[in-house]
């Protein structure tokens, strides 16, 4: 599984970003989807992560109201909206999948295949 982001950049606060994350090599619909990001000198930390089986979602109370996963298996892709968008958004984002059996949210081991990343910067 490949898994490559896209739609990131620069944006005023307040503003809003639409990241995608494509698979390719296996269908999206077996793995658990999570958007990760990491900001310089920070631990990575995950914002937003979607089941495989019933789109159980899990999104982290430092952007809960202003950021929605989703996914559309059809065409292989995830998202993360991103809205209301403040300075401590600025972060690399990456797409996460993961093969596991129980949905726990986003437990970084439990995603064992990665996306490059995709900078999002904010600006005040």
């Known amino acids: 599984l490949q898994l490559v982001e896209s739609g990131g950049g620069l944006v005023q606060f307040g503003g809003s970003l639409r990241l995608s994350c494509v698979a390719s090599?296996?269908?999206?619909?077996?793995?658990?989807i999570g958007w990760f990001r990491q900001a310089p000198g920070k631990e990575r930390e995950g914002v937003a992560c979607i089941s495989s089986s019933d789109n159980t979602t899990y999104v982290a109370d430092s952007v809960k109201g202003r950021f929605t996963i989703t996914r559309n298996n059809a065409v292989n892709t995830a998202f993360l909206q991103m809205n209301s968008l403040e300075p401590d958004d600025t972060a690399t984002y990456y797409c996460a999948a993961g093969l596991t059996g129980a949905f726990y949210g986003c437990l970084l081991g439990d995603f064992g295949s990665w996306g490059p990343g995709t900078q999002v910067t904010v600006s005040s």
């Open positions: 090599g296996f269908p999206l619909s077996y793995y658990a």
